[in-house]
């Protein structure tokens, strides 16, 4: 099943109710997440931003020494789209776990006191983590509840802008480097297509790139003697490539093993258990999870 990063509202409850129904130790899990991607998804129809501009000076420029596109803090961002989604993420959050739910009830009943949505998003930007630990301290709250709430909800205006920006990519020439061609972050996913093409998956834009079946993104070792892999019976869609150059794993989905459609973050969240597995057996993780997950 092709890969799909544009799925509507249904297809993605229909999607988290097929991983529901095979891996029911996620149900709760993803009832929680459903809602949040559902939320996405109709977000990103009434997101209102202006398409970046890249010179073609600084794109042949970018383009040749391989630098990215933008970095992180020139994502632009939908203020109201964003600042709604917040709200609406902290209070589905108030129906899940018990820490989560406490959390996110501090959080809004600080709602334009200590907490001011938009300061959060272009300190999430900026890369401010001072700032994320102040609220969190004064709060009293996991610094990452409030990246995780504050990342998803800005998610929907990344993505747009990222899906603006490709159109400066230049398709004849694939990027084949280990970071993002759009805003230069590390893969969350390996996807390989129907064609047995490989794609990575960017782990803040969700922008999707070509590279080499053999290659490490982390470190960008060819070497196929010291990179393996591990997958579970039972779950042959997905394996986690293990790279001994610099002991990082990125979890890879096989679209050919699959029937159901695939929609990235839900691909990500649901195989939680691999990325317990890879880390058992000595392997980290080459992007930040706390965001994510
Ligand atoms: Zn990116
Ligand atoms: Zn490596």
């Known amino acids: 099943m092709a890969l799909n990063l544009a799925l509507t509202s249904d297809q993605v409850k229909k999607a988290v109710e097929t991983i529901k129904l095979n891996k029911p130790v996620y149900a709760d899990m ?16 009434r997101i209102q931003i202006q398409p970046l501009q890249i010179s073609e000076e600084i794109r042949i420029v970018k383009a040749r020494e391989k630098f990215p596109l933008i970095e ?14 917040f709200f609406v993420i902290c209070n589905f959050a108030k129906e899940a776990n018990p820490k989560l739910a406490t959390d996110a ?3 809004l009943k600080a709602m334009d006191n200590v907490i001011k949505p938009r300061e959060l998003f272009l300190g999430l930007l900026n890369g401010e983590d001072p700032l994320y630990e102040k609220i969190s301290g004064e ?3 996991a610094e990452t509840t409030l ?11 990344l993505l747009l802008c990222a899906d ?3 159109a400066y990519l230049n398709k004849e020439e694939p990027w084949l480097k280990g970071y993002c061609p759009i805003c230069g972050s590390p893969p969350v996913l390996s996807i390989l297509e129907d064609g047995g093409e490989r794609s990575l998956i960017c782990s803040f834009c969700w922008h999707s790139w070509s590279v080499q079946r053999v290659f490490c993104p982390y ?3 060819r070497d196929s003697k010291t990179q393996h892999y591990f997958y579970n019976e039972g779950e042959k869609e997905f394996r986690v490539d293990l790279c001994d150059g610099c002991k990082k794993y990125l979890k890879a989905l096989d679209a050919r093993e699959t029937e159901r459609m695939i929609y990235p973050p839900l691909e990500q969240i649901s195989s939680l258990h691999l990325d317990y597995k890879a880390k058992e057996m000595g392997y980290e993780s080459g992007i930040r999870l706390a965001m994510q997950v």
């Open 30 to 45: 993803l009832d929680f997440y459903g809602r949040i991607f559902d939320a996405q998804e109709l977000s990103k129809g």
């Open 147 to 157: 990246g995780f709430i504050s990342y998803n909800s800005l998610k929907p205006s």
């Open 164 to 166: 603006q920006l490709s």
């Open 72 to 85: 992180i803090k020139e994502f632009l961002f939908d203020t109201v789209e964003a600042g709604r989604l």
């Open 139 to 141: 709060l009293n709250i």
């Open 105 to 107: 009830a501090a959080i």
């Open 219 to 221: 470190c960008e070792n």
